[in-house]
C-alpha cells in the first residue's frame, strides 16, 4: 500500500514527494501504458533511487492502484465535468466534449490493455466506479434537457445512458477502424454528435448547430 503521511507536520516533505510520485507515473503510464515502464525508470524519472522509491510505495500494484485514484480524483473536479451548476444542459454537454477531445488526444490505448491483462481486479473495479459516474453525469444532464426543453421526452434515460457508455467503451477497445484512417478523437467526434442530435428535439438541435458554429469559428 502507499505509505502517505498527514498526521505530523515532520512528514509534510514525505506526503509532497509521495503525490509527485503519483503523478510522473501518471504522465509515464498514460504515455507508455503500465507493463512497459519498470520501477527502475519511475525511480528515475523522480530523481530519486530505488530505495527511496519504496519507502514511498511498497510496490508497483500499489503505485498502479494510487494512478488510478489520482486519475478519478483529477477527472472528477475537470471543468468538462458536465455538472455545471447554472450551465444549460447543451452548453454543459458540449463542454464535456472538449474536454473529452483533449483527453482523448493524449489516450493511449496501451495503460487500458496493460491494466486489463496484469491487474484484472483493479481494471474491474475501475471500470464499474468510471461506468457509475458516467451514466450519473449522463442521466443528470438529460434530465435536465428536458426540464429545459432542449430534449425529447419519448425515450428511456437508463438505457439510453447505458447504450451511450457502451458505445464509448466499445470505441476503445474494437479494431474496426484504422488507425491510419481515423484517429480516436476523430471516431468520439462523431459518436458525441450522434448522441446529441438523437436526444435534441428541434429547440435542442437548433442550439446544437449553433454552438457548432461557435466552436468552429474560434
Not at 502507499?2 to 501518471?26: F, H, L, Q, R, W
Not at 481515423?182 to 458525441?192: A, G, M, P, Q, R
Amino acid at each position: 500500500m502507499i505509505k502517505v503521511y498527514i498526521c505530523n507536520p515532520i512528514y509534510n516533505d514525505m506526503e509532497s514527494k509521495t503525490n509527485d510520485i503519483i503523478k510522473k507515473s501518471c504522465e509515464m503510464f498514460s504515455k507508455f501504458g503500465i507493463k512497459s515502464i519498470s520501477m527502475d525508470e519511475i525511480a528515475k524519472a523522480c530523481g530519486i533511487s530505488k530505495k527511496t522509491l519504496y519507502e514511498h510505495v511498497s510496490d508497483k500494484r500499489a503505485l498502479v492502484k494510487e494512478v488510478l485514484k489520482e486519475e478519478y480524483r483529477v477527472n472528477g473536479r475537470a471543468p468538462h465535468n458536465i455538472s455545471l451548476g447554472n450551465v444549460h444542459a447543451v452548453d454543459a454537454l458540449f463542454i464535456v466534449y472538449e474536454g473529452a477531445v483533449e483527453f482523448f488526444k493524449e489516450f493511449n490505448l496501451s495503460m487500458e490493455y496493460d491494466l486489463q491483462k496484469y491487474y484484472p481486479d483493479l481494471h474491474k473495479k475501475n471500470k464499474i466506479k468510471r461506468r457509475k459516474h458516467l451514466y450519473g453525469k449522463l442521466s443528470d444532464n438529460m434530465k435536465q434537457g428536458r426540464e429545459e426543453g432542449f430534449y425529447r421526452d419519448d425515450f428511456n434515460i437508463d438505457i439510453i445512458s447505458k447504450l451511450h457508455i457502451l458505445k464509448i467503451e466499445s470505441m476503445l477497445s474494437t479494431d474496426i477502424f484504422d488507425a491510419d484512417d481515423y484517429s480516436t478523437v476523430d471516431i468520439f467526434k462523431e459518436l458525441f454528435l450522434y448522441h446529441f442530435y438523437a436526444i435534441a428535439n428541434d429547440k435542442g438541435r437548433i442550439a446544437i448547430d449553433l454552438k457548432l458554429k461557435e466552436i468552429e469559428s474560434k
